[in-house]
């Protein structure tokens, strides 16, 4: 979790990209409008248009091998079809996610009641240890600043194994 995920090792990656539209329009005014600048080596890139530039694509958070906050995801966003797609997510579905990740440590909740874990191949492992505690303190120590930003940006999940 929060490394950068290495290709070579099989595994369940989870990728949620935060999206903010840029897009500029005629009937801005001046205080809306964007200015992208996009460089290489300090100079204006040669193959992008910063007018053509739609959206800013950041990753929120990278997760490997938390197979219960994929199976959140896939029940809650992708409506139980797992297929390594990329899925839009309400920023109240996040929120929702962080809050149950706060109820569990909290003790307010069983984690087996409200994020049980998933088998899958090369999913890892499916104990409710160290690991599984770890992953839900990253996940609300990461995206609850994200969500306190004002601003419109929406969410995209995506995994893969």
């Given at each position: 979790m929060g490394d950068i995920p290495n290709k070579n090792i099989m595994g369940l990656d989870m990728y949620l990209s935060k999206k903010t539209y840029v897009q500029n329009w005629s009937h801005m005014q001046p205080s809306e409008i964007h200015k992208v600048d996009v460089k290489l080596g300090g100079k204006k890139h040669p193959?992008?248009?910063?007018?053509?530039?739609?959206?800013?694509?950041?990753?929120?958070?990278?997760?490997?091998?938390?197979?219960?906050?994929h199976r959140w995801f896939v029940e809650n966003v992708q409506k139980g079809d797992d297929n390594c797609g990329e899925y839009y997510v309400h920023r109240e579905q996040i929120q929702e996610l962080v809050d149950l990740c706060k109820s569990i440590l909290d003790k307010k909740e069983k984690p087996e009641d409200v994020l049980p874990t998933l088998k899958g191949f090369f999913f890892g492992g499916t104990e409710y240890d160290e690991y599984y505690y770890g992953s839900l303190q990253e996940t609300v120590d990461t995206l609850t600043p994200i969500l306190e930003q004002e601003g419109d940006f929406d969410f995209t999940y995506a995994s893969s194994w």
């Open positions: 193959h992008i248009n910063p007018k053509g530039v739609t959206y800013i694509v950041e990753s929120a958070m990278y997760w490997r091998k938390a197979n219960h906050i």
